[in-house]
């Protein structure tokens, strides 16, 4: 009976030194699967709401908001543009919120370069950044820094490029 016990007490140490360790590190690469795909669920969702605002521009065309430099709006016109460059701003700063980190994995860094890539696009416009600073009031301080300081660079010394399309 004595080595039964002994077994038994063995095979409980094996367990612990073994089973116990091989349980953490299966429970830890489960949570970050678990939140590389929630990650990526938040990505998709963004680009989806980046998809519809894009939508929603194509159907408001008479304010060229593709065509650099745009032509004179009306008063009604420049209206519309403003709500859809809030939209536009509402978006960016999500997207900051929900993806960007000082220190990024690499598929972090490449989701955010995307969103980093259309802050830029539509900071080359003129007519963005003059918008910009009334869109800012009351956003995500880190958010209005970074999106003040893309527009600056973008704008460059000699101006935005040509006709580049923000889509």
Same mark, same amino acid.
């Given at each position: 009976?004595?080595? @039964?016990?002994?077994?038994?007490e063995l095979l409980? %140490? @094996?367990?612990?030194?073994?089973?116990?360790?091989?349980?953490?590190?299966?429970? =830890?690469?489960?949570?970050?699967?678990?939140?590389?795909?929630?990650?990526?669920?938040? !990505? *998709? =969702?963004?680009?989806?709401?980046y998809a519809n605002?894009?939508?929603?521009?194509?159907?408001?065309?008479?304010?060229?908001?593709? *065509? $650099?430099?745009?032509?004179?709006?009306?008063?009604?016109?420049?209206? *519309?543009? $403003?709500?859809?460059?809030?939209?536009?701003?509402?978006?960016?700063?999500?997207? !900051?919120?929900?993806? %960007?980190?000082?220190?990024?994995?690499?598929?972090? *860094?490449?989701?955010?370069s995307s969103w980093?890539?259309?802050? +830029?696009?539509?900071?080359?416009?003129?007519? !963005?950044?003059?918008?910009?600073?009334?869109?800012? +009031?009351?956003?995500?301080?880190?958010?209005?820094?970074?999106?003040?300081? !893309?527009?600056?660079?973008?704008?460059?010394?000699?101006?935005?490029?040509?006709?580049?399309?923000?889509?």
């Open positions: 009976m004595e080595s @039964l016990k002994d077994w038994l409980s %140490y @094996l367990v612990t030194v073994i089973g116990l360790p091989f349980a953490i590190v299966a429970f =830890q690469l489960e949570q970050r699967k678990e939140r590389r795909n929630e990650r990526d669920e938040i !990505f *998709r =969702q963004l680009s989806d709401e605002f894009l939508r929603l521009a194509l159907e408001h065309s008479d304010l060229h908001l593709f *065509r $650099q430099p745009p032509p004179p709006l009306d008063s009604e016109q420049n209206e *519309r543009k $403003q709500v859809l460059f809030g939209l536009l701003v509402s978006l960016f700063e999500r997207a !900051f919120l929900l993806l %960007y980190e000082e220190r990024m994995a690499p598929g972090m *860094r490449r989701q955010w980093e890539d259309y802050m +830029r696009e539509w900071c080359r416009r003129g007519d !963005f950044r003059a918008a910009l600073p009334g869109l800012l +009031r009351g956003e995500d301080e880190a958010f209005r820094r970074l999106i003040e300081r !893309f527009a600056r660079e973008e704008a460059g010394p000699a101006g935005p490029p040509a006709q580049k399309s923000p889509a």
